[in-house]
């Protein structure tokens, strides 16, 4: 059982990316998949989540209308496109998948770097 988040990179100000979590040794589309982040010096913080039963969708409000979150149960992977990114983006990326009955999974982190 693996989940991996990758996709991110160095940008300058106003720029996007693509993070993608993808899962191995389970079905996703059965999990809770949320993006979470965290910066030097700071705590994790929720970034967007979409959930397992009707792909209902949350989003921190610093992030919402730049950053949308989607799934796709043929590649078992969720994606988060970052849209206008701000230097407050900067963080490491990890992705999370928690069941129904509470199975949780954790990933490791991508890091996310905006440059001003």
């Known amino acids: 059982v693996q989940l991996q988040a990758s996709g991110g990179g160095l940008v300058q100000s106003g720029g996007s990316l693509r993070l993608s979590c993808a899962a191995s040794?389970?079905?996703?589309?059965?999990?809770?998949i949320g993006w979470f982040r965290q910066a030097p010096g700071k705590e994790r913080e929720g970034v967007s989540e979409?959930?397992?039963?009707?792909?209902?969708?949350y989003y921190k409000e610093s992030v919402r209308g730049r950053f949308t979150i989607s799934k796709d149960n043929a590649k078992n992977t969720v994606y988060l496109d970052m849209n206008n990114l701000k230097p407050d983006d900067t963080a490491v990326y990890s992705c999370?998948?928690?069941?129904?009955?509470?199975?949780?999974?954790w990933g490791k982190g991508t890091q996310v770097t905006v440059s001003s």
């Open positions: 999370n998948a928690v069941s129904p009955i509470g199975i949780n999974y």
């Open positions: 040794g389970f079905t996703l589309d059965q999990f809770t």
């Open positions: 979409i959930s397992c039963c009707d792909s209902t969708t």
